[in-house]
């Protein structure tokens, strides 16, 4: 069996030097908020190219607490209304209603999958405070387009980063955009941990000094609250298994690409649409991507599905059911979102990570080009 994406076989890559750090973490007899977590802050910064990070618990904390803080900051109130995707991950939509505010949806571009800015601009009301894009399966969302939006009508940009660490255009890492970005460190994430973990990245001082507090009780004295926070930390030890997975992030994001690029090249089925309508392998723009998974399209998606299964090959669906359909946000339940209602009914996602074999994507793309048959 090819599986979709070999956990135990990524960590086993490192595992001498993940077995070090974590006696170090175990013999130092410090385990949360210290050396490690301020070490990996530093160096998760630097690669993004910003100039603070802040550790969190995952990433669905990263993106709720950057909208408390900007309430706390006074710069967002109960009911502002945030602009995202309707094709996301739910996680995006959750830290909007958990922070009290209002999400918006907006339609992507089927070209890129990505929200599509001339809706963004559509969307905007006089209660829009915030746009949250969401760079999905690891492609960057038009950043330069959104950003010229953010400016005109003077709103926050919160970048949903989750599945795109080291993605970049024009040199400008994912992270390094909006006002503020989250990423999530979930062991399947392109920069994963053997564990929960999250982080925030921002250029903004007084935002990254509430996020600090938000996360530890509202505080940054022992028993002083200048905040209603919340316990979310990212622990010693997951910080230092960051640390060492870091150094071997854009490694594994070139043996992503890699694989990318021949699945590409290599799958030639009229009735498989690949994710790449203007990215071609070699083009700029693709290396930029950071393929978290490598998405195509197919009318009988299910089909596609039970002949990759008998090939041994197996695949997921990112993902089965959007956001506006679940039982959690039954008020958008008769919404009318076609564009991600296709997505929904026809993305398949083929295996792809930092240990996939070059023998392993060939018998990949040779299923995928009998299928049908
Ligand atoms: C994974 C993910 C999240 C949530 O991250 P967790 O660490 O699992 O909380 C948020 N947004 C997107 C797009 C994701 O893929």
């Known amino acids: ?21 974590s006696t170090r973490v175990i013999d130092s007899g410090w385990y949360i908020t210290g050396n490690e977590l301020e070490a990996f802050e530093q160096e998760f910064a630097a690669y993004c190219g910003t100039k603070h990070t802040i550790g969190v618990a995952n990433g669905l ?51 890129n999958y990505n929200i599509c800015p001339v809706r963004v ?29 953010a400016n005109e009508y003077d709103l926050l940009v919160l970048e949903d980063s989750a599945q795109a660490h080291g993605a970049c255009v024009d040199g400008r890492k994912s992270g390094s955009w909006g006002d503020a970005s989250g990423f999530s460190f979930y062991p399947g994430k392109n920069l994963g941990a053997l564990g929960d973990a ?7 001082d007084s935002l990254a000094e509430t996020l600090r507090a938000l996360r530890n009780y509202g505080s940054h004295e022992k028993y002083k609250n200048l905040f209603r926070g919340v316990n979310s930390r990212l622990d010693e030890i997951q910080a230092a298994m960051l640390r060492v997975k870091l150094k071997y992030l854009d490694k ?8 990318a690029s021949a699945y590409v090249d290599g799958i030639n089925n009229n009735k498989i649409i690949l994710p790449v309508n203007n990215l071609t392998p070699n083009s700029v723009e693709f290396d930029q991507n950071v393929w978290h998974v490598f998405t195509v399209r197919c009318e009988q998606r299910a089909s596609l599905q039970k002949h990759l299964t008998e090939h041994g090959i197996q695949t997921l669906i990112h993902y089965p059911i959007p956001p506006h359909k679940q039982q959690a946000y039954e008020e958008m339940k008769d919404k009318n979102y076609p ?30 080009n009998s299928f049908g048959d």
């Open 121 to 149: 601009r559509q969307a905007i009301s006089p209660k829009t405070r915030v746009i949250l894009p969401v760079h999905l399966y690891g492609r960057l969302a038009d950043m330069p387009a959104i950003l010229e939006i």
């Open 61 to 111: 904390d990263a993106l709720t607490l950057t909208l408390q803080a900007w309430k706390e900051l006074g710069r967002l109130k109960d009911g502002d209304e945030v602009i995202v995707p309707t094709n996301t991950y739910v996680a995006s939509i959750l830290a909007i209603s958990a922070a009290n505010l209002t999400p918006i949806l907006v339609e992507p571009d089927i070209k």
């Open 198 to 204: 999250g982080a925030i990245t921002t250029n903004d």
């Open 339 to 368: 564009v991600s209602e296709l997505i929904h009914e026809q993305v398949l996602s083929l295996p792809i990570g930092p240990t996939i074999t070059s023998e392993e994507v060939r018998s990949v793309i040779n299923a995928c």
């Open 252 to 259: 594994e994001l070139q043996h992503r690409r890699k694989a």
């Open 1 to 21: 069996m090819i599986p979709f994406l070999d956990l135990k076989a990524i960590n086993a890559m490192y595992r001498d030097e993940l077995v070090e750090a």
